[in-house]
């Protein structure tokens, strides 16, 4: 029957959507923003009942800068803003790349509770 194969092919989805992961933010604030999966929790959590990752993206990417710039534009230019950021699947869409950097040691679920360390691990981030 087709519930039977519907239960088969979800046992056969492949989690593909692991820390270093590459993902566009699909709605909210940072529609539209690049961002890293930090940790993932395809299950939920007991806070969070559906499947959701913690996520370090780029609120603000460095722009082009030219020869002709002042020093002064040029590091105003290339400057980055990071975010950190707790979202549902459904809200995130997967790129084919990946991003070999660790940043569980920086950002963890512990520091998006408090401000002042979020504001920290952002810097950190960058």
């Known amino acids: 029957s087709w519930q039977a194969d519907c239960v088969l092919l979800l046992i056969k989805m492949v989690k593909f959507?692991?820390?270093g992961?590459?993902?566009?933010?699909?709605?909210?604030?940072?529609?539209?923003?690049?961002a890293v999966i930090v940790k993932?929790?395809?299950d939920g959590t007991s806070t969070r009942g559906y499947g959701h990752a913690l996520v370090c993206g780029l609120?603000?990417?460095p722009r082009k800068v030219t020869k002709r710039?002042?020093?002064?534009v040029q590091a105003r230019r290339s400057s980055v803003k990071t975010f950190t950021k707790v979202v549902n699947y459904n809200h995130i869409?997967?790129?084919?790349y990946t991003l070999d950097i660790d940043l569980k040691g920086v950002v963890?679920?512990?520091v998006l509770e408090n401000s002042s360390?979020?504001?920290d691990a952002n810097k950190a981030a960058k």
């Open 93 to 96: 869409m997967p790129t084919r």
């Open 17 to 19: 959507l692991k820390p």
């Open 21 to 34: 992961k590459v993902v566009i933010l699909l709605s909210g604030k940072y529609a539209g923003k690049k």
């Open 69 to 72: 710039s002042t020093a002064k």
């Open 59 to 61: 609120a603000k990417e």
């Open 40 to 42: 993932n929790h395809d």
């Open 117 to 119: 360390k979020r504001t």
């Open 108 to 110: 963890t679920a512990e």
